[in-house]
Antibody, heavy 118, light 108 residues
């Protein structure tokens, strides 16, 4: 059974940093592209970033470019999102998703809440 | 940057009736279009991929159509468990992705 379990969310002050993790199991993690999607409270889904199988290539939404960094550790079956220079507008539930080989997200974690506030 | 626009924002339909949700892309996305269902407090679930392929776990009452810039999700006979928010997503691994803003399907 495919499982994606996010962790690392919490309350952080504006300008602060946080690292999210997504532990994957039930499938060959190193064979799949992965991505992060976020959802502000009461708002819609917003794509954040995706990364290729070996971590050598990543793409970002303009709103997070230069502040958020996606990475992965295939030996640990874990996806990461390093979040720096956080702003109030980064407050959201962050979902980790697996990307089917043609590109669409097919499995989602339950999400982890990040709150940026003083 | 591709922009996805869903309509209507809210759709009120009675159980047993048909619901038709629309999604428009600002430029062609071919058939790289997926639909997701999200219920309150839950993660989204894949409903349709490749514009018209139904995902595991969804009945034949769900269907997707379209290509290029115009797409439709149809639920032919609404059940109580189908009332939720639906999002379309254009996907291309070599470029930024984009979700629509969502359509809330509510019971009339």
């Amino acid at each position: 059974e495919v499982q994606l379990v996010e962790s690392g969310g919490g309350l952080v002050q504006p300008g602060g940093s946080l690292r999210l993790s997504c532990a994957a199991s039930g499938f060959p993690f190193s064979n799949y592209w992965m991505q992060w999607v976020r959802q502000a409270p009461g708002k819609g889904l917003v794509w954040v970033s995706h990364i290729n199988t070996d971590g050598s290539s990543a793409t970002y939404a303009d709103s997070v470019k230069g502040r958020l960094t996606i990475s992965r550790d295939n030996a640990k079956n874990t996806l990461y999102l390093q979040m720096n220079s956080l702003r109030a507008e980064d407050t959201a539930v962050y979902y980790c998703t697996r990307m089917f080989w043609t590109g669409y997200p097919d499995y989602w974690g339950q999400g982890t809440l990040v709150t940026v506030s003083s | 940057e591709i922009v996805m626009t869903q309509s209507p924002a809210t759709l009120s339909v009675s159980p047993g009736e048909r619901a038709t949700l629309s999604c428009r892309a600002s430029q062609s996305v071919g058939d790289n279009l997926a639909w997701y269902q999200q219920k309150a407090g839950q993660a989204p679930r894949l409903v349709i991929y490749g514009a018209s392929n139904r995902a595991t776990g969804f009945p034949a009452t769900f269907s997707g159509s379209g290509s290029g810039t115009e797409f439709t999700l149809t639920i032919s006979s609404l059940q109580s468990e189908d009332f939720a928010v639906y999002y379309c997503l254009q996907y291309n691994k070599w470029a930024p992705y984009a979700f629509g803003q969502g359509t809330k399907l509510e019971m009339k």
